[in-house]
């Protein structure tokens, strides 16, 4: 069954997305090699294993947060784009402050986890700050030509 054509997206945005989650995956990757120095204290032996498990679920999160996000934000439509913005920033925050409050002693992969969340917070606020005055201009256009 072929999805509402609300949500079809252009193959573009689907393959930028797929782009960015695997830089994601490959940053999870690199963060997977450097140390939890608070577990390191934690531990006798003085090394730890590769957290494998801990990488591939949070690249599966990433993954469903993205999906989720694209679908919510819809950006390939630009008819109430601001709504949508504004909709979907409201939850994501709440998404946001739940990962922080959980942030202490974290390893450097749910490190990357909370940056990639940080830095989709901004740039969804900064779209808001773009969307809402190009969304506004032509209405403000009409309204001063009168």
């Known amino acids: 069954m072929p999805l509402p054509i609300a949500f079809r997206a252009p193959p573009s945005f689907w393959l930028l997305a797929s782009l960015i989650w695997l830089l994601l995956v490959a940053a ?4 997977g090699f450097k140390p939890d120095y608070w577990q390191l204290r934690h531990t006798e032996s ?3 294993p590769y957290p494998i498990g801990s990488v ?3 690249a599966l999160i990433v993954l469903v947060e993205m999906t989720a996000l694209g679908l919510a934000v819809q950006p390939w439509r630009f008819r109430r784009l601001w709504l949508r913005i504004l909709i979907s920033l409201i939850p994501w925050l709440g998404w946001n402050v739940l990962w922080g409050l959980a942030a202490m002693h974290q390893s ?13 917070s901004t740039i969804l606020l900064l779209a808001l700050l773009v969307v809402v005055p190009a969304s ?7 309204w001063l030509g009168n």
Do not use: E
Request: no cysteine; charged share 15%.
């Open 28 to 31: 999870l990757i690199h963060a």
């Open 108 to 120: 450097p992969v749910r490190d990357v986890h909370s940056n990639w969340l940080l830095g989709m």
């Open 136 to 142: 506004l201009w032509p209405s403000l256009r009409r």
């Open 56 to 58: 591939i679920t949070f």
């Open 46 to 48: 003085g090394t730890l």
